[in-house]
């Protein structure tokens, strides 16, 4: 199978906001037992800091997406940290947790062999692991969610990877993909992941 012997980890960006959705998303992590992370805006958690309460009440990783969601690579360095210091500032203040990831928005400057010199920099000032993503479920690509075409594509990707036996999976904080959730949480298992905590 797929997934033999192997894990995904289940990640979700550009949250807190929309609320409903997360609450959905949290629901059905809920019910499955799952532990996921939420690379969350900083300009949504000054929003709606009970949201991003929410998600680490719930026991799941809490961790900087960025404030406004710029191309990092393209923003100088003053940009890029004011950018990640408020962020890890209001995360501090709503949850009273320090993270200790950044996924730069669009995973610009943050994959090897293309890492930004200034996002990196930044990063370990500010004692930040970036990260990016094994599997992009393109949930906000038209029609949005996790229907049957996205998990062709997304067995495709697993398909390409047969060495890696950890994935971590992106998706997004937005309704379709809370609507297909639970769904896609099945997929995973009839391939045979194992769902880890991140
Ligand atoms: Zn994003």
Redesign the pocket.
């Known amino acids: 199978m797929l997934g033999d012997g192997k894990s995904v980890i289940l990640s979700f960006?550009?949250g807190p906001a929309p609320v409903s959705a997360l609450e959905s998303i949290l629901q059905t992590l809920q019910e499955n037992e799952i532990k996921a992370e939420f690379?969350v805006?900083g300009n949504e958690v000054e929003q709606y800091p009970e949201a991003a309460r929410m998600i680490v009440r719930q026991g799941h990783d809490i961790q900087n997406?960025s404030w406004s969601?710029p191309d990092l690579a393209k923003a100088p360095e003053q940009d890029v940290r004011w950018e990640l210091e408020q962020t890890q500032n209001i995360i501090e203040d709503a949850t009273g947790i320090v993270p200790t990831k950044i996924?730069p928005?669009?995973g610009a400057g943050g994959f090897r062999g293309h890492m930004d010199p200034e996002l990196v920099e930044v990063a370990s000032d500010l004692s930040l692991t970036i990260i990016t993503w094994d599997i992009d479920t393109e949930d906000w690509r038209a029609p949005q969610g996790l229907g049957p075409e996205k998990i062709q594509n997304i067995e495709t990707q697993f398909t390409q990877q047969q060495r890696k036996i950890l994935f971590n999976i992106l998706m997004?904080v937005q309704p379709a993909t809370a609507r297909d959730l639970p769904s896609f949480i099945s997929q995973l298992k009839e391939w045979g992941f194992i769902i880890a905590e991140p």
Request: proline share 10%.
């Open positions: 960006d550009d690379y805006l997406h969601h996924r928005p669009y997004h």
